[in-house]
């Protein structure tokens, strides 16, 4: 398993539906990984195979992955079958994946549990809605989530946080610095375990903002969409 300790600060490109073999070889000969970061590309699963480099500090990650081990489910990727790719990260429960594919707590809570155990580090993807958010419901969806949806056996060293906003998701809007930090340490705060937590932050993050999020005191890097596809951009984040 990568070793989380290692890192002040967590890079992940989500590059979603996107990319194809020569957007994925221009992107990795323009990439420049900072040594002193975790960088963490997410493509489609087909492509991951060909994303290993030989830089140690880059890694594939995987967008999703099946909550069942083996058996009659077509179309699905198990956990053993992305260690088996020596794929060390791997999405969960993005906003996304709730909204579109009806992904539950429960099944974030035993895909997330399912990776741990290949020693890949489950990205456990929280966030709140605008309505959510309007009635004032962020703090008692967070607790929900996290209570859920992180299985007992995560702790600070096989599995990370990523808070997303859903209305921050591809906007171009944000919350304040302050409610980010005010997320974050909430999280932080939720119980004993959580304190080491490493919690990234992502929903519209950009190389404009990138920095002031990331210098926050409770924030430990960014999961990036949209601005993950330009290379340019990624790097600038990650620089
Ligand atoms: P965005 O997406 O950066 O395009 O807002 C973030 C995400 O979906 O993880």
């Known amino acids: 398993m990568v070793n989380l300790d290692k890192y002040s600060s967590i890079f992940i490109a989500n590059w979603k539906l996107n990319g194809n073999s020569s957007f994925l070889k221009d992107y990795y000969e323009k990439l420049k990984v900072n040594s002193n970061n975790c960088t963490i590309i997410c493509s489609p699963s087909i492509y991951l195979k060909s994303l290993k480099g030989n830089n140690e500090n880059l890694f594939c990650g995987a967008q999703d992955v099946s909550s069942f081990k083996e058996g009659a489910y ?36 035993t895909k997330s549990s399912n990776l741990i155990k290949e020693n890949i580090i489950p990205v456990i993807c929280i966030g709140e809605t605008l309505e959510q958010k309007e009635k004032n419901l962020t703090e008692e969806i967070l607790t929900s989530q996290i209570k859920d949806s992180v299985p007992n056996l995560a702790n600070h060293q096989n599995a990370l946080i990523a808070y997303e906003p859903v209305w921050a998701i591809g906007t171009g809007l944000t919350p304040t610095l302050d409610e980010i930090n005010q997320a974050h340490e909430l999280i932080k705060n939720f119980d004993q375990k959580f304190i080491d937590f490493k919690v990234l932050y992502g929903g519209s993050v950009k190389s404009s903002n990138s920095k002031e ?15 993950s596809l330009k290379v340019d951009e990624f790097n600038t984040i990650i620089s």
């Open 213 to 227: 999020i990331t210098n926050l005191s409770h924030v430990d890097g960014c999961l990036i969409g949209g601005a």
């Open 74 to 109: 077509t179309g699905e990727l198990s956990a053993s079958m992305l260690k088996d790719n020596n794929i060390d990260f791997c999405l969960v429960g993005h906003s996304e994946r709730r909204q579109h594919f009806a992904e539950t707590n429960d099944k974030v809570n």
